[in-house]
């Protein structure tokens, strides 16, 4: 019976050929995977996420969530699942198939390290500026951050010199010089992304991995299933971080006033008609079979999530109300007050909030189940039910729609779109790498235009939605801050 996990998932880029790393057997009381979670945390690009906004800015308030307590909380959940499975999946009874916590945490917490400043804007913004030097897409910069960018060390030093490249202009950085089982839990989609934009499939972003990085993504599958494998490929670890990745900013939503429980229903239908279809392309391509879903559905939906504390207090006024002489007109007013009432107190009340928060995670964790892969258990699925997916996928959707394309949001997110362009633009003019720190600048000199333009977009995809404002100010002298700051 094939084993959860073998040597080759604990091999990094230096390891030897030998199986047995003398680096992992010097330290018997911890586990590769342990290793690879502390040389994460432990790392700038980690630190940076606090300074990346999530759903609001974080200059509006200390308690909203930014990438990095966001990135937190999937961690905390992916392990529960994790956890979970092993205690009642059949599928993972073994002590040889039982799935490793840590790795799950890791990816977890590692999954958003690719973000840039001003979310999906910035990221649309730096595609954009890289059509046809291999494009930008988050998941697969989280892959090149702990793969080649982070500086703990390269396969060669040459002369005792750690060196980024060799005389050959090899690169030879392994960023963290992770395991090749941690660095496959990140490896959402299997796919090259085009580095021409005439060779892509579809408009806008394209999932997938950067072409530069296809050598690696082939020493990944070889490592953990075989040298010859040519199928999809996407780990238990990975799955069950993209199912915990479905987590709810509705708390942050709540507390924001853009809108209360009772406001979810009076939205404009072209949001519940854009929920609608966004929810059916991920049914074609996740639950084939299943009818698509329409937008008095998603209304629904929304009403069984909230029936019980938005409408069982408002029901113990009206018994109060039917005892009263009043009239039915009346009645209905003073319940329909009531249950504004609650609405409110559900998006003001923090008890109720997180009461509501809590209760939504656990059923959500409970709709956890399992795809079993027929030949490689490394490859078997996490996934929601389907009553589960679509109660997810609702309140994510509905956020994405409501909140996050709202003009007070977008004016902000369109903002950052222009900032991280003017930026690229800058540092893209024939003098504009001076404008770079200096281990970017020794990157970009003498080397081909693609190499040159994917460190700039290196740069700006690991700057902060502060440093990214700081640095366009500095350029353009739209405000008093010091020139002389240095980088």
């Given at each position: 019976?094939?084993?959860?996990?073998?040597?080759?998932?604990?091999?990094?880029?230096?390891?030897?050929?030998?199986?047995?790393?003398?680096?992992?057997?010097?330290?018997?009381?911890?586990?590769?995977?342990?290793?690879?979670?502390?040389?994460?945390?432990?790392?700038?690009?980690?630190?940076?996420?606090?300074?990346?906004?999530?759903?609001?800015?974080?200059?509006?308030?200390?308690?909203?969530?930014?990438?990095?307590?966001?990135?937190?909380?999937?961690?905390?959940?992916?392990?529960?699942?994790?956890?979970?499975?092993?205690?009642?999946?059949?599928?993972?009874?073994?002590?040889?198939?039982?799935?490793?916590?840590?790795?799950?945490?890791?990816?977890?917490?590692?999954?958003?390290?690719?973000?840039?400043?001003?979310?999906?804007?910035?990221?649309?913004?730096?595609?954009?500026?890289?059509?046809?030097?291999?494009?930008?897409?988050?998941?697969?910069?989280?892959?090149?951050?702990?793969?080649?960018?982070?500086?703990?060390?390269?396969?060669?030093?040459?002369?005792?010199?750690?060196?980024?490249?060799?005389?050959?202009?090899?690169?030879?950085?392994?960023?963290?010089?992770?395991?090749?089982?941690?660095?496959?839990?990140?490896?959402?989609?299997?796919?090259?992304?085009?580095?021409?934009?005439?060779?892509?499939?579809?408009?806008?972003?394209?999932?997938?991995?950067?072409?530069?990085?296809?050598?690696?993504?082939?020493?990944?599958?070889?490592?953990?299933?075989?040298?010859?494998?040519?199928?999809?490929?996407?780990?238990?670890?990975?799955?069950?971080?993209?199912?915990?990745?479905?987590?709810?900013?509705?708390?942050?939503?709540?507390?924001?006033?853009?809108?209360?429980?009772?406001?979810?229903?009076?939205?404009?239908?072209?949001?519940?008609?854009?929920?609608?279809?966004?929810?059916?392309?991920?049914?074609?391509?996740?639950?084939?079979?299943?009818?698509h879903i329409e937008d008095i559905q998603v209304q629904m939906i929304l009403y069984d999530s909230f029936l019980d504390i938005l409408f069982q207090d408002a029901e113990e006024d009206r018994q109060d109300l039917n005892d009263k002489a009043?009239?039915?007109?009346?009645?209905?007013?003073?319940?329909?007050?009531?249950?504004?009432?609650?609405?409110?107190?559900?998006?003001?009340?923090?008890?109720?909030?997180?009461?509501?928060?809590?209760?939504?995670?656990?059923?959500?964790?409970?709709?956890?189940?399992?795809?079993?892969?027929?030949k490689f258990p490394q490859l078997h699925k996490a996934r929601l039910n389907y009553p589960t997916f679509l109660c997810v996928e609702v309140f994510k959707n509905i956020t994405y729609h409501a909140i996050i394309k709202a003009p007070s949001?977008?004016?902000?997110?369109?903002?950052?779109?222009?900032?991280?362009?003017?930026?690229?633009?800058?540092?893209?003019?024939?003098?504009?790498?001076?404008?770079?720190?200096?281990?970017?600048?020794?990157?970009?000199?003498?080397?081909?235009?693609?190499?040159?333009?994917?460190?700039?977009?290196?740069?700006?995809?690991?700057?902060?939605?502060?440093?990214?404002?700081?640095?366009?100010?500095?350029?353009?002298?739209?405000?008093?801050?010091?020139?002389?700051?240095?980088?």
């Amino acid at each position: 019976m094939i084993p959860l996990y073998s040597a080759g998932d604990r091999k990094r880029l230096t390891s030897s050929e030998s199986l047995n790393d003398s680096e992992e057997l010097a330290e018997p009381y911890r586990s590769p995977w342990r290793r690879d979670y502390g040389r994460l945390i432990h790392c700038p690009s980690f630190r940076r996420l606090q300074g990346k906004t999530q759903v609001f800015p974080g200059y509006e308030s200390d308690f909203y969530r930014n990438r990095l307590t966001h990135s937190l909380e999937v961690a905390q959940i992916a392990k529960a699942i994790a956890i979970r499975l092993n205690a009642t999946s059949i599928h993972f009874r073994l002590k040889n198939r039982k799935i490793e916590p840590d790795i799950v945490e890791f990816a977890g917490l590692a999954h958003d390290l690719g973000h840039p400043p001003f979310g999906h804007n910035g990221e649309e913004a730096l595609d954009e500026c890289m059509h046809d030097y291999g494009g930008f897409e988050g998941n697969a910069q989280s892959l090149r951050i702990v793969s080649r960018l982070e500086k703990k060390t390269t396969l060669f030093p040459v002369e005792g010199e750690i060196v980024p490249f060799d005389s050959n202009g090899s690169d030879l950085r392994c960023g963290l010089d992770l395991t090749f089982r941690s660095l496959a839990a990140l490896l959402k989609y299997d796919e090259i992304i085009p580095e021409r934009f005439s060779d892509r499939k579809i408009t806008g972003v394209n999932k997938g991995f950067y072409k530069d990085d296809q050598q690696l993504v082939n020493k990944i599958k070889a490592n953990i299933i075989h040298p010859s494998f040519d199928q999809e490929f996407k780990t238990i670890e990975c799955s069950i971080m993209d199912v915990a990745y479905s987590t709810y900013d509705l708390e942050d939503i709540f507390k924001s006033g853009f809108l209360t429980p009772l406001e979810l229903f009076t939205l404009d239908s072209s949001i519940f008609t854009a929920v609608a279809d966004t929810i059916n392309e991920r049914i074609d391509k996740q639950y084939k079979g299943q009818e698509h879903i329409e937008d008095i559905q998603v209304q629904m939906i929304l009403y069984d999530s909230f029936l019980d504390i938005l409408f069982q207090d408002a029901e113990e006024d009206r018994q109060d109300l039917n005892d009263k002489a009043l009239p039915i007109s009346a009645k209905k007013m003073l319940f329909s007050t009531a249950v504004q009432s609650i609405s409110k107190k559900i998006a003001r009340d923090g008890y109720i909030r997180v009461g509501f928060t809590s209760s939504l995670i656990k059923s959500f964790l409970d709709g956890v189940e399992v795809v079993p892969h027929e030949k490689f258990p490394q490859l078997h699925k996490a996934r929601l039910n389907y009553p589960t997916f679509l109660c997810v996928e609702v309140f994510k959707n509905i956020t994405y729609h409501a909140i996050i394309k709202a003009p007070s949001l977008q004016v902000v997110q369109y903002r950052g779109k222009d900032i991280v362009k003017a930026i690229f633009k800058a540092l893209s003019e024939p003098e504009g790498i001076r404008l770079l720190p200096d281990d970017f600048q020794k990157l970009c000199r003498g080397t081909p235009e693609l190499i040159k333009y994917r460190t700039i977009c290196d740069f700006i995809a690991g700057m902060t939605d502060r440093y990214a404002l700081e640095f366009y100010s500095r350029l353009h002298g739209t405000s008093n801050l010091t020139l002389h700051k240095p980088f």
